[in-house]
Antibody, heavy 117, light 110 residues
Framework: DVQLVESGGGLEQTGGSLRLSCAASGFIFSGFSMNWVRQAPGKGLEWISYIGASGSDISYADSVKGRFTISRDNVRNSLFLQMNSLRDEDTAVYYC??????????WGQGALVTVSS | QSVLTQPPSASGTPGQRVTISCSGSSANVGGNPANWYQQFPGTAPKLLIHNNNQRPSGVPDRFSGSKAGTSASLAISGLQSEDEADYYCAAWDDSLGGWVFGGGTKVTVL
């Protein structure tokens, strides 16, 4: 079975940094592009970043461009999100999600990131 | 403000049919497949409909999707109490170069 398990969430101060990880199993990780999607408390879903299967194709939502960096390790079957210059509005549950062509076919359980001054 | 527009709520009694709309533009729903996700409180979203009207394995056939122009719709036929959840539409946006979501619709079974 496909499994995606996020880790690395927690409480961080405004302006600080956090690194999220997503451990993948149950499929050939290097064959799929991956994404990060977040959900602020009581709000809807927001796509924030995409990385192609090889890691060479990357895109970001404007809300995180220049502050967040997505990366992957196809040997360790892991996806990462380095979050710098954190803002209060970055408080959210962060999900990693596998791309199934034009949709997200599998999601992790999510990691809560709380940013507070 | 979400790029795709959904009604914030919808409701029906058990057995009824409920329809949720998702309005976008030629850059997203009008030019790319629409997808729908179901989310229960405190849990991760789950893919419900992809490529406008395709159900993944395991999704009951009472869920159906359609698309016309720049709008997509999700229909739930034979509404059941276990269908109480939040539903989100999504599509790739050619102008933004990323995926966009609707604001979500909370379905209540009366």
């Amino acid at each position: 079975d496909v499994q995606l398990v996020e880790s690395g969430g927690g409480l961080e101060q405004t302006g600080g940094s956090l690194r999220l990880s997503c451990a993948a199993s149950g499929f050939i990780f290097s064959g799929f592009s991956m994404n990060w999607v977040r959900q602020a408390p009581g709000k809807g879903l927001e796509w924030i970043s995409y990385i192609g299967a090889s890691g060479s194709d990357i895109s970001y939502a404007d809300s995180v461009k220049g502050r967040f960096t997505i990366s992957r390790d196809n040997v360790r079957n892991s996806l990462f999100l380095q979050m710098n210059s954190l803002r209060d509005e970055d408080t959210a549950v962060y999900y990693c999600a596998r791309t199934g062509v034009t949709f997200f076919d599998h999601w992790g359980q999510g990691a809560l990131v709380t940013v507070s001054s | 403000q979400s790029v795709l527009t959904q009604p914030p709520s919808a409701s029906g009694t058990p057995g009824q049919r409920v329809t949720i709309s998702c309005s976008g533009s030629s850059a997203n729903v009008g030019g790319n497949p629409a997808n729908w996700y179901q989310q229960f409180p405190g849990t991760a979203p789950k893919l419900l409909i992809h490529n406008n009207n395709q159900r993944p394995s395991g999704v009951p056939d009472r869920f159906s999707g359609s698309k016309a122009g720049t709008s997509a719709s999700l229909a739930i036929s034979g509404l059941q109490s276990e269908d109480e959840a939040d539903y989100y539409c999504a599509a790739w946006d050619d102008s933004l170069g990323g995926w966009v979501f609707g604001g979500g619709t909370k379905v209540t079974v009366l």
